[in-house]
């Protein structure tokens, strides 16, 4: 299973607890990807490197996830809108060997969370993270849309979160 959604969604947090609940490993695919690019943070790959080769890190790190064994993989927010990784995760849910569960965040909620820690998040749009939240979404909310099985309400706290999606997929 693949968690995507926006930043600050709260991919890893649910990606932990649902990993945790079914008792797999949970992949995050920023830590994996970044391990690929050799530098110490995702602004350094944007910076040195532009964000082509931050997508090529994810798409890699992907296909590496869905080679291993059994995983929920909590993505990065392009990963569903962006190729080569958006074409990684599309292959793999045309083959069947992966769902999808998207996090659909209000902007608003988005923004509380971004305030609260900002992270290792580059600027996508040229303006600062929390800025550029309305204006990633609605370019992207069709793209999530899209590459999802099934939708939650990210907006909730994880707990109800994590009940939601295993009232879809099963506690185990």
Same mark, same amino acid.
């Given at each position: 299973?693949? %968690? +995507?959604?926006?930043?600050?969604?709260?991919? =890893?947090? %649910?990606?932990?607890? *649902?990993?945790?609940?079914?008792?797999?490993? &949970?992949?995050?695919?920023?830590?994996?990807?970044?391990? *690929?690019?050799?530098?110490?943070? +995702?602004?350094?790959?944007?910076? =040195?490197?532009?964000?082509?080769?931050?997508?090529?890190? @994810?798409?890699?790190?992907?296909?590496?996830?869905?080679?291993?064994?059994?995983?929920? +993989? !909590?993505?990065?927010?392009? #990963?569903?809108?962006?190729?080569?990784?958006?074409? #990684?995760?599309?292959?793999?849910?045309?083959?069947? #060997? &992966?769902?999808?569960? /998207? /996090?659909?965040?209000?902007?608003?909620?988005?923004?509380?969370?971004? @305030? !609260?820690?900002?992270?290792?998040?580059?600027?996508?749009?040229?303006?600062?993270?929390?800025?550029? +939240?309305?204006?990633?979404? !609605?370019?992207? =909310?069709?793209?999530?849309?899209?590459?999802?099985? &099934?939708?939650?309400?990210?907006?909730?706290?994880?707990?109800?979160?994590?009940? =939601?999606? &295993?009232?879809?997929?099963?506690?185990?």
């Amino acid at each position: 299973m693949a %968690i +995507i959604g926006p930043r600050g969604a709260g991919k =890893s947090t %649910i990606g932990r607890l *649902l990993a945790a609940q079914w008792e797999l490993p &949970l992949v995050d695919l920023d830590v994996d990807a970044l391990a *690929l690019t050799g530098v110490a943070s +995702i602004r350094e790959v944007f910076a =040195s490197s532009g964000e082509a080769a931050w997508r090529q890190a @994810e798409a890699m790190a992907l296909e590496n996830a869905l080679a291993g064994p059994p995983a929920v +993989i !909590a993505t990065g927010g392009g #990963v569903p809108c962006v190729d080569p990784p958006r074409h #990684v995760l599309a292959a793999a849910r045309a083959a069947d #060997v &992966l769902q999808v569960v /998207l /996090l659909k965040c209000s902007a608003e909620v988005l923004r509380k969370r971004l @305030e !609260a820690s900002t992270g290792d998040r580059p600027p996508l749009m040229g303006q600062d993270p929390v800025g550029e +939240i309305e204006d990633l979404l !609605a370019q992207r =909310s069709q793209a999530y849309q899209e590459a999802a099985d &099934l939708e939650v309400n990210g907006d909730l706290a994880p707990p109800e979160v994590v009940a =939601s999606v &295993l009232d879809q997929f099963g506690a185990a």
